[in-house]
């Protein structure tokens, strides 16, 4: 289930609240003593998070949704710290990166129990059922719930958090269903855009040093500029990995790209989602932008269909 976008906090007793994590958004399916964790796009993300895919409660039956957060430096949710972790495979790699970048899950719904579905259910059953079991002390973590939203948009704001999703009390869980019964409202000026080229850095032909990116809208993928900023290192490299099997011979972009930014660009297929932090959104350029991250849990036309709304 999706949230819809709002531009204020609904007030009203028919609203409960809830901080919006900076995360990866999961189904977690415990059943007949197995685990499988699945992406948004439907993909088994199991391997990947081996610290969270061991349910705290056995093999109790259970379908929950929640979020997966990592923290940094000042301990606030921090997609880019993430990044480090979600696109790992190797185990190897992913039993070294569990320690050096633990992950969190915030359950916050609970969609099954002991074979019982509980998605038809009004909202607040089913936080009181997910609220009662024994998950302290444990890397899945229950998040509250607040009546005051404007309480809990200042007190995030204040925190550094993302914002606020607002759920109305008495409305059911609706799979795969972008609804208005949950609205999200953020602080931070950060948008997903499509990559549509890359620029590489001067005096080389292959270390990526910025993105070309886009909005997928009606008329096609209109260009809202370049992002240099925050592609560093093993950054750059694992950029320039995803998108070398996607090269094409010109713009995806709908509308003229600046000579100043087409000039040495290597044009890619529009396939690839990325998320970038900016200081103004609306505008027709983004405005000092900054990368924070892939989005492989997010597809181009996933953006068309939310842009629609």
């Known amino acids: 289930m999706l949230a819809t976008k709002t531009d204020r906090v609904p007030s009203g007793d028919q609203w409960l609240h809830e901080v919006k994590w900076d995360g990866v958004r999961v189904l977690v399916d415990v059943r007949d003593g197995a685990t499988r964790m699945t992406s948004r796009n439907d993909n088994n993300v199991t391997p990947a998070w081996p610290d969270l895919s061991v349910p705290p409660l056995g093999d109790r039956d259970l379908l929950v949704d929640g979020e997966v957060i990592a923290l940094n430096e000042r ?3 921090d997609f880019r710290v ?4 979600m696109h790992v495979r190797n185990a190897n790699d992913v039993a070294r990166l569990v320690t050096t970048v633990p992950a969190t899950l915030m359950v916050f719904d609970l969609l099954r129990l002991d074979g019982q579905d509980l998605a038809a259910r009004p909202l607040e059953e089913r936080r009181a059922l997910l609220e009662e079991l024994p ?3 444990s890397t899945w973590q229950v998040p509250a719930a607040y009546d005051d939203g404007d309480m809990l948009f200042d007190a995030t704001l204040q925190q550094g958090l993302e ?3 607002s759920k109305r009390r008495g409305s059911r869980y609706r799979f795969d269903a972008r609804s208005d019964d949950w609205r999200k409202l953020a602080h931070r000026h950060r948008g997903s855009f499509v990559v549509g080229g890359w620029r590489p850095q001067v005096g080389t032909t292959s270390r990526l040093a910025a993105l ?3 909005e997928p809208t009606p008329d ?3 260009y809202r500029g ?4 925050g592609i560093t290192g093993a950054t750059s490299t694992r950029l320039a990995e995803l998108l070398a099997p996607l090269a094409a011979g010109g713009s995806p972009f709908a509308d003229d790209v600046p000579k100043v930014d087409a000039s040495g660009t290597v044009w890619v297929e529009p396939r690839v989602v990325v998320d970038i932090d900016t200081h ?3 505008y027709d350029r983004l405005r000092q932008p900054s990368f924070q991250g892939v989005r492989d849990d997010v597809s181009p036309e996933d953006l068309a269909r939310e842009g629609d709304r």
């Not at 370049?226 to 900023?229: Q, T």
């Open 75 to 77: 301990g606030v949710p």
């Open 82 to 85: 993430l990044q480090h972790r």
């Open 135 to 137: 998950l302290a002390d």
């Open 163 to 165: 914002g606020v999703v």
């Open 212 to 214: 070309l990116v886009g």
């Open 220 to 222: 096609g993928l209109l």
């Open 226 to 229: 370049r992002v240099g900023s």
């Open 280 to 282: 103004g959104l609306g």
